[in-house]
């Protein structure tokens, strides 16, 4: 494989399945490739960063990537991996979240490249829209047979998986409109390469048919594996849902602890994927790390090169130091470097009380605070036998039942009280 970036794809194992003569085409330091994305969320997920990251490998080889915001097709949804019929969004919020992508994509693009996004991203709906139904059905149903559509395997498997209700007309056409995405880019920029998961290696050569049969051209597939994990779970997916890249749906903290948390054949692998290493650096990372598997020296790297990407260095610092407020040895002074919002970020999910400002400033008995609602300790001997043994502790400062808490323990209008060293309490000052 002499293509350095076919080469760069196949060590990082990104790789699942190309078309014959791809290399040929990428031999035209000019050549376009384009990754469609659906707008069924309002944010990408982590599994969406594999294709976002090939995208960047093309950039940086030279090449002109597309990413393609399917405004349209979201509309119909695509029934490739699914069991069941999507339930289809409205066009208001379709619209919201293709705003929502756009911005999403120039930042990450430009975070990436530092100076300029050097990726266009565009809109199917653009063209989609202006099409007749009638159009449609001369100038692309024609030339795609309704058998060579049923032998698809997204097709085969959906009705398979479905045979109840079987599989709409919507769905059944989905392909048809990739093609013809992948036709019109093929027009309008010579683009003949489209990128994409291994599920979608049949609407991918859909595209490239339709492009053969209306201009005579060969077009060309890349597909890259669909990322697991090494216990058979779905990657990007955790008790709460899919860990998204907007930090409004996944906290920057939660986002960093995913990294951080995966196992060590996952982080083997996924620091190949999800980063810009080169490889002798990521051999030698993988070699310390087997040297002192304890220290996680891989998922700590993979982790803040990860959050920098999606994030930025200044929220990685936020996350790590949030980290050892939760899990390592820190400071009062440690808490009051932490911003407000992302104070109240990290604690989501912590059992929290408000209380006034008032009863703080008179002084609030450390066992009154420990019982309040019997949300954080049920009674008061429960809370005394903890401050004899020494456990509870103020903002990181250990306590005992002498303890008052007073105005100057308040920090982002929050006082943290800790049980041990994993349990949080956090009273809301108003």
Same mark, same amino acid.
């Given at each position: ?161 479905d045979s109840n209700s079987g599989m709409s007309f919507t769905e059944f056409t989905y392909q048809l409109f990739q093609a013809f995405d992948f036709f019109y880019l093929s027009k309008k920029f010579n683009c003949l390469l489209q990128i994409g998961g291994s599920d979608q290696w049949g609407n991918i050569t859909t595209g490239i048919e339709l492009i053969r049969r209306k201009s005579g051209v060969n077009a060309h597939a890349l597909t890259c ?19 998204? !890249?907007?930090? /409004?749906?996944? $906290? *920057?903290? =939660? ?6 948390? &995966?196992?060590?054949e996952d982080a083997f692998n996924y620091i190949k994927i999800f980063t810009f290493l080169e490889k002798d650096l990521i051999e030698n990372l993988i070699a310390n790390h087997k040297k002192d598997p304890h220290l996680r020296i891989v998922q700590k790297k993979l982790a803040e090169e990860v959050t920098i990407m999606v994030h930025s260095q200044e929220e990685l610092d936020n996350a790590k130091l949030a980290s050892k407020i939760l899990f ?58 903890? !401050?004899?043994? /020494?456990?509870? $502790? *103020?903002? =990181? ?6 303890? &008052? ?26």
């Amino acid at each position: 494989m002499k293509n350095q970036f076919l080469k760069e794809l196949k060590w990082r194992g990104l790789i699942h399945d190309v078309t014959p003569e791809i290399e040929k085409y990428l031999d035209k330091r000019d050549a376009y490739a384009y990754i469609g994305f659906d707008p069924t969320s309002s944010s990408f997920h982590i599994g969406n960063l594999v294709q976002l990251i090939i995208l960047i490998h093309f950039k940086k080889y030279g090449y002109n990537p597309i990413a393609l915001i399917g405004g349209a097709t979201g509309m119909i949804g695509d029934p490739s991996g699914k069991s069941k019929e999507r339930v289809l969004l409205d066009s208001d919020t379709i619209k919201e979240n293709v705003i929502s992508l756009k911005k999403q994509l120039n930042k990450f693009f430009l975070a990436t490249n530092k100076t300029k996004s050097d990726c266009l991203v565009l809109n199917n709906l653009s063209w989609i829209d202006k099409f007749s139904f009638i159009e449609f059905c001369r100038d692309i149903g024609k030339h795609i047979s309704v058998n060579y559509m049923m032998s698809k395997d997204s097709v085969k498997n959906r009705i398979k998986s479905d045979s109840n209700s079987g599989m709409s007309f919507t769905e059944f056409t989905y392909q048809l409109f990739q093609a013809f995405d992948f036709f019109y880019l093929s027009k309008k920029f010579n683009c003949l390469l489209q990128i994409g998961g291994s599920d979608q290696w049949g609407n991918i050569t859909t595209g490239i048919e339709l492009i053969r049969r209306k201009s005579g051209v060969n077009a060309h597939a890349l597909t890259c594996p669909l990322i697991t994990k090494s216990d058979g779970k779905k990657f990007g997916k955790t008790e709460s849902g899919n860990i998204w !890249l907007d930090k /409004n749906k996944t $906290s *920057i903290y =939660k986002f960093y602890q995913y990294w951080l948390n &995966i196992s060590d054949e996952d982080a083997f692998n996924y620091i190949k994927i999800f980063t810009f290493l080169e490889k002798d650096l990521i051999e030698n990372l993988i070699a310390n790390h087997k040297k002192d598997p304890h220290l996680r020296i891989v998922q700590k790297k993979l982790a803040e090169e990860v959050t920098i990407m999606v994030h930025s260095q200044e929220e990685l610092d936020n996350a790590k130091l949030a980290s050892k407020i939760l899990f390592g040895s820190s400071t009062f002074e440690d808490l009051k470097k932490i911003k407000k919002e992302f104070f109240i970020e990290i604690f989501n999910g912590v059992p929290q009380f408000e209380i006034s400002l008032d009863k703080v400033s008179s002084g609030l008995k450390i066992i009154e605070a420990l019982t309040l609602n019997s949300i954080f300790l049920k009674s008061n001997a429960e809370a005394r036998r903890l !401050l004899v043994q /020494n456990s509870i $502790s *103020i903002n =990181k400062n250990k306590v005992d039942q002498n303890y &008052i808490i007073s105005d100057e323990d308040i920090v982002n209008d929050c006082i943290l009280i800790q049980k041990g060293k994993k349990n949080y309490f956090l009273l809301k000052v108003i």
